[in-house]
Structures are given as C-alpha cells and as structure tokens.
T-cell receptor, first 114, second 111 residues
Framework: DTEVTQTPKHLVMGMTNKKSLKCEQH?????MYWYKQKAKKPPELMFVYSYEKLSINESVPSRFSPECPNSSLLNLHLHALQPEDSALYLC?????????????FGPGTRLTVL | QKEVEQDPGPLSVPEGAIVSLNCTYSNSAFQYFMWYRQYSRKGPELLMY????GNKEDGRFTAQVDKSSKYISLFIRDSQPSDSATYLCAMIKAAGNKLTFGGGTRVLVKP
C-alpha cells in the first residue's frame, strides 16, 4: 500500500478562521512533509518531520503550525491566513534514511482563503 | 540560475508517439532522481525512482540518468491521451530528504 490520504479535499475559510489539514500514511514511513503548490508551479517544501520531530521549517509564517502526533499522522493548523495562502496543500511521506527515500504524495487539500 | 532546469512545454505529440522529457541539474550532490506525473488539481504520482547512472525500465516508462553530464530523461513509449499531464523531475542529495523539483513539463497527447 503506497497511499497517503489527506482530508479535507477542499476547504474554504475566512481570514479569521482556524482550521486544520490532516494527513495519514500506513507505509511505516518515518519522514512526513508538507508542501504548498500554486497553479503551474512545482510543489514548495514547507515542513519536514523526521521520527516525529520537526527537522526542516522553510521559513514558513507562523500562521501555519505543523504537528506530528505519531508516526502515521501529520496535521497542519491554519490561523489568520491571507488570500495569497490559497493553494493546493500536499502531504508526502518517505523512509527517513537510506537509499529508498522516494516520496509519496497524497491527493492534496485545495484551500481557498476569502 | 535554478538548481534544476526543465522545459515547461507544452509538448504536444500524437497518440502512439514516444514522449521524451529531460532535466538538467547543476549540483553534483544530487544522488537520487524521481519522475512524477501530476494531473490537473491532483497530487503528484511517483512514476520512476533511480539512484545510479544508467537506464531503468518499468512498463512503458524508461528513466535515464547520466551523472557525468548532470542530465536525466524520461521516455514514455506508445503514448496515450491519458498520459496528458504535467511531468515533474525531482532529486535529492545524499543523506538528505529535501526534494528539489524542476519546473514541470506539460505534455499533451492528441488522439
């Protein structure tokens, strides 16, 4: 099973709302990632968790707050977002070490900030 | 200069033709190479993963890596309209887990 699941598929929120994106994988991967993708652009890395610890934060604004409750789950908490944060948010997972570290992506959450 | 360069296309081919895609990179630290297919408004789907120079074949897909030239390719044989998508190359440095993507090539396979 090489599936990464993400919920919700679509999310519309106002600039004062608080919402969360969820990601789950059952491949035994110990590295999980959040990416942001704008139209006609490649995904941009936001955060990396390795063994449930935050290992990379690509200078993401504090209105995005990641959380890794366990090795299978990854959340992204959203608060006070701006319209320019509207994008496809992708979760991915991989082995944390070794040569077989290809990343598998979920289907994404399409976020619209009004 | 970007670390990974990829022609944005669009690349338009007739059904049944071979699709040829490529990326060049500038940093010799990249050791692992991936090709993803992404349909509109969907997540990227991993097609091929390689970590050595040479060819790797999987069904209609062949990935080539030439580390000496810092050049990777993906060939799609007997292309179908369902292959119409954006193809992203991506690569990782040794002992790292941060993907560096090319900009993506949009492919159109016409019936």
């Amino acid at each position: 099973d090489t599936e990464v699941t993400q919920t919700p598929k679509h999310l519309v929120m106002g600039m004062t709302n608080k919402k969360s994106l969820k990601c789950e994988q059952h491949m035994g991967h110990r590295a999980m990632y959040w990416y942001k993708q704008k139209a006609k652009k490649p995904p941009e890395l936001m955060f990396v968790y390795s063994y449930e610890k935050l290992s990379i934060n690509e200078s993401v604004p504090s209105r995005f707050s990641p959380e890794c409750p366990n090795s299978s789950l990854l959340n992204l908490h959203l608060h006070a977002l701006q319209p320019e944060d509207s994008a496809l948010y992708l979760c991915a997972s991989s082995q944390a070490r070794g040569a077989y570290n290809e990343q598998f992506f979920g289907p994404g959450t399409r976020l619209t900030v009004l | 200069q970007k670390e990974v360069e990829q022609d944005p296309g669009p690349l338009s081919v007739p059904e049944g033709a071979i699709v040829s895609l490529n990326c060049t990179y500038s940093n010799s630290a990249f050791q692992y190479f991936m090709w993803y297919r992404q349909y509109s408004r969907k997540g990227p789907e991993l097609l091929m993963y390689t970590y050595s120079s040479g060819n790797k074949e999987d069904g209609r897909f062949t990935a080539q890596v030439d580390k000496s030239s810092k050049y990777i390719s993906l060939f799609i044989r007997d292309s179908q309209p369902s292959d119409s998508a954006t193809y992203l190359c991506a690569m990782i440095k040794a002992a790292g887990n941060k993907l560096t993507f090319g900009g993506g090539t949009r492919v159109l396979v016409k019936p």
